[in-house]
């Protein structure tokens, strides 16, 4: 019995402490989601044909972009893009005191919680990484990017502020340094004063786009340069009309939240796509985690 005692407790403290490190599972892998997403189709009632989400198309009812798989790929496009969704499901005691004989654990309330979900890669200098997560409209999404020490292969769970953090400092308005990488000409702004930039594409880019033949899911439709970047769609159709809402923010350094290097946060119904761009000119090691909560 008093063995019970003491392995019990320290099972609990096992399970605490193990919900406050960022999940690092999605590493980059070899999936790619169909074009346009996956067609979402039915019968339609009383009538011949398939029915979808989106109504009708000229060649009958449209085969609209469905949503993302929870498949990872290797970053370099959106349908290429690494989940980062968080993970449900873990639990934790919300009280913690003796165990005496007459206890049990199933007397300790537990809460469930999301823990952040992280994926740790090596992104090239003058290339950019796609991310992908899933987030509901009745909960806030908050997504963050932490330089890595070369070489990490996990999430740290902070940044080192390190190079991607000194990457511009010292630079003064109009100088080569502080030319913004990503546009090739704007002045650099609060949100471009790191070495990574992390640009946030919200559900809208999934909305189908007239200009598109179904399947239609717009972010996944438009084609990228080589350095990640969308380009514009068919029939030069403008990036901001090719992908709905276009960039819906950028991470930028939060004062609240210290041990982050760049931090967004905001509420979403749907699929979110993160495009992280690196504008130094060396390689840089970066964690792209995501979590929701209330």
Known sequence: MKLLKVIIPVLFLVALFGVVVPVSADLPGTNEDPF???????????????????????????????????????????????NISGIWGQEYPTAMGPILASESPDSFTVTTIELPNCATLKIPAGKARWFKLE???????????????????????????????????????????????????????????????????????????????????????????????????????????ATGADIHGYGSYNSNITNHLLWYEGRFAGWVFVMVYNQMVWDGTASVCSQRAW
């Open 135 to 241: 987030a509901y409209a009745d909960r806030r999404t908050q997504i963050w990017l932490d330089d890595e020490l070369d070489g990490a292969k996990t999430a740290s769970g902070r940044a080192t502020f390190g190079a991607a953090d000194q990457y511009m400092l010292g630079t003064t308005p109009g100088d080569g340094w502080g030319v913004n990488s990503l546009q090739n000409s704007a002045p650099q702004t609060s949100n471009f004063l790191e070495g990574f930039v992390m640009a946030i594409y919200d559900p809208d880019n999934l909305k189908p786009m007239s200009a598109f033949q179904s399947p239609n899911a717009a972010i996944l439709t438009v084609n990228t340069d080589e350095r990640g970047l969308l380009l514009p769609g068919p029939d030069n159709i403008s990036v901001t009309d």
């Open 36 to 82: 346009g997403g996956y067609p979402i189709t039915g019968t339609i009632p009383g009538g011949e044909g398939v029915v979808a989400k989106f109504g009708l198309s000229p060649f009958g009812y449209a085969l609209p972009g469905g949503v993302p798989s929870f498949r990872s790929g290797d970053g370099t496009t959106p349908r290429r893009a690494i």
